[in-house]
């Protein structure tokens, strides 16, 4: 992960910060272990989605900045404070809430703007700034430290709403500039937007799915190397011999083709491994790639050991990553019609995990 840390680093101006993005359990691979290891390199804090994340890691003794970057509900701000959690802020209602507490408890606060300018999901429309301007000024308790956006299709800047959004966002940013706000962070890149966008990317960005090794797109890899931080291993523990004809698994959806081997690995869809990868799958043994076959059951799916020369039970599986990534993640996803993102979500959830 370090190693992707450097590469990101590697396509910024030297003055950018920046802020990994570790939510949902650092995308599958452990929320901790994640901030832990980035907090030994230059990052400038963590951006984060929910409250509980922040307090398992203040609790791990984490220091650094931590951004709520998808908005908070009124009854968190309590614990937002105490746990020195920077709130973003996505529409007028939150930020009547940051004003009441505020008020209340007679405190001041910092707290970041997300602005939609396009994707419309969070964040504050352009016409409703001069509302967030008039508010700030009656409320000097706040401090409007941060202005960001997300972006769409950073992985597609040909897209007309690639620079549509950042057009917008360009002028939210003129917009409170001439109103007289100095905002410290200007961040808008997520993976994509630092790989992809040509122009000024913020003094501040939010890389995830980088830091993990998944390419945004394949054309990503032509601008970055980056390697697999998660490795999915396990082993074959049975094998079958099929006699062509014969059918293996629930269904039966497969049916050999010739006299085969048929290794059994204890993975299923009930780990989170996708089960329309059944006969559509593939895995490393050996350093060559095999194909999963039959359908992919709860907690156990079956190799095409054929081509490989005497196989064993005990034999090494890689089913995701790799060292020298024998199975590429987004070449998976594709198979298994989703993203990255989401094979790391599913699989990082339930396996057991081990940190090297
Ligand atoms: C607001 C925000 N910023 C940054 C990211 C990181 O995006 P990516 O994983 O594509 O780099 C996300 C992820 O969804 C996000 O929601």
């Known amino acids: 992960m370090k190693y992707n840390l ?17 939510k949902n359990d650092a995308y599958g691979h452990g929320l901790i272990e994640t901030a832990k290891a980035l907090a030994e390199e230059k990052v400038f804090g963590f951006g984060i989605s929910e409250l509980y994340e922040a ?41 009547e809430w940051l004003i009441d507490f505020t008020l209340k408890k007679a405190l001041s606060m910092e707290f970041h703007l997300k602005i939609d300018t396009g994707m419309h999901r969070f964040g504050i429309e352009l016409n409703e700034l001069p509302k967030v301007v008039k508010l700030l000024r009656e409320n000097p308790q706040l401090q409007l430290k ?34 007289g706000f100095n905002i410290s962070f200007i961040h808008f890149c997520n993976s994509g937007g630092i790989i992809f966008h040509k122009g000024d990317k913020g003094n501040l960005v939010r890389p995830g799915i980088a830091l993990y090794g998944g390419y945004p797109s394949n054309r990503a890899r032509a601008y970055i190397k980056l390697k697999p931080v998660m490795t999915l291993r396990s082993k074959v523990v049975e094998l079958k011999k099929l006699k062509a004809g014969e059918s293996a698994g629930y269904g039966p959806t497969f049916f050999a083709k010739r006299d085969s081997v048929l290794g059994l690995v204890p ?42 020369e005497d196989p064993q039970r005990g034999e090494d599986v890689i089913l995701l990553g790799g060292p020298n990534e024998e199975v590429p993640v987004d070449e998976l996803a594709q198979l298994a019609d989703t993203i990255s993102y989401e094979l790391f979500c599913n699989l990082g959830k339930s396996i057991p995990r081990k940190y090297i």
């Open 267 to 308: 993975v299923g869809y009930g780990d989170g491994y996708p089960r329309i990868l059944s006969n559509r799958g593939f895995a490393s043994v050996r350093g060559r790639r095999v194909s999963i076959v039959a359908t992919i059951s709860m907690k156990a799916l079956y190799l095409d050991l054929t081509d490989v």
């Open 55 to 95: 307090k398992i890691l203040r609790k791990a003794g984490l220091i650094h900045p931590l951004i709520l970057l998808s908005g908070f509900e009124k009854d968190w701000l309590s614990d937002i404070k105490t746990l020195r959690v920077i709130p973003t802020v996505t529409n007028l209602v939150s930020l």
């Open 6 to 22: 450097r590469a990101i680093k590697n396509l910024l101006p030297e003055r950018t910060q920046i802020l990994p993005v570790i």
């Open 146 to 179: 941060g202005l960001m956006t997300h972006l769409a299709c950073s992985e597609r800047p040909e897209d007309p709403l690639f620079q549509a959004q950042i057009d917008n966002f360009e002028k939210a940013r003129e917009f409170l500039k001439n109103e």
